[in-house]
């Protein structure tokens, strides 16, 4: 084998990779193009709900949201105010032995209500957030102003709950 020869080998090796890599390469962008968004899924269930009807739906200032059965930011208040609940009655408790009869009722009045308000908050506190599906908000109706459309979704974005 001479030098030529050696260079010819090399050189259609070359091409050879070449053409795989160039391959590989549109395999790789062809599926990340097809790969849809929970968004893209959303809006997909969305039009074909509404693709025999007249009206022209606008998604473009529409969201995807998560759906909880209690939103986790409303459990972290009431965990707080529950602190906070603690500390006021703690703080009458150890007032109201030192006022009189009429002024100890109505302490204990406001300490009953924050008392039952404080049970309410333990309750709560015992169901944890679980996630429970998606909303997509902000759908507009194309030629009308001031209506918009919100659907709910399954966990997996498959179906259209009510």
Same mark, same amino acid.
């Given at each position: 084998? *001479?030098?030529?020869?050696?260079?010819?080998?090399?050189?259609?090796?070359?091409?050879?990779?070449?053409?795989?890599?160039?391959?590989?390469?549109?395999?790789?962008?062809?599926?990340?193009?097809?790969?849809?968004?929970?968004?893209?899924?959303?809006?997909?269930?969305?039009?074909?709900?509404?693709?025999?009807?007249?009206?022209?739906?606008?998604?473009?200032?529409?969201?995807?949201?998560?759906?909880?059965?209690?939103?986790?930011?409303?459990?972290?208040?009431?965990?707080?105010?529950? *602190?906070?609940?603690?500390?006021?009655?703690?703080?009458?408790?150890?007032?109201?032995?030192?006022?009189?009869?009429?002024?100890?009722?109505?302490?204990?009045?406001?300490?009953?209500?924050?008392?039952?308000?404080?049970?309410?908050?333990?309750?709560?506190?015992?169901?944890?957030?679980?996630?429970?599906?998606?909303?997509?908000?902000? =759908?507009?109706?194309? *030629?009308?102003?001031?209506?918009?459309?919100?659907? *709910?979704?399954?966990?997996?974005?498959?179906?259209? =709950?009510?």
């Amino acid at each position: 084998m *001479n030098k030529s020869d050696s260079f010819i080998t090399i050189k259609n090796k070359f091409i050879r990779m070449k053409k795989s890599s160039f391959l590989f390469l549109f395999i790789l962008t062809f599926l990340s193009c097809s790969k849809k968004t929970d968004k893209d899924r959303a809006i997909a269930l969305v039009e074909s709900k509404y693709e025999s009807s007249d009206q022209k739906l606008d998604f473009e200032n529409s969201k995807l949201d998560s759906l909880y059965h209690i939103d986790p930011k409303a459990y972290a208040d009431s965990i707080k105010k529950g *602190n906070e609940l603690d500390s006021i009655l703690a703080v009458l408790e150890s007032q109201i032995e030192h006022f009189d009869q009429r002024e100890s009722d109505s302490v204990g009045l406001i300490s009953a209500a924050l008392t039952r308000e404080r049970y309410h908050l333990l309750d709560l506190t015992k169901t944890k957030p679980r996630f429970i599906g998606w909303k997509l908000s902000g =759908v507009k109706i194309k *030629n009308v102003k001031s209506e918009e459309l919100s659907f *709910n979704f399954n966990k997996d974005i498959t179906e259209i =709950v009510e």
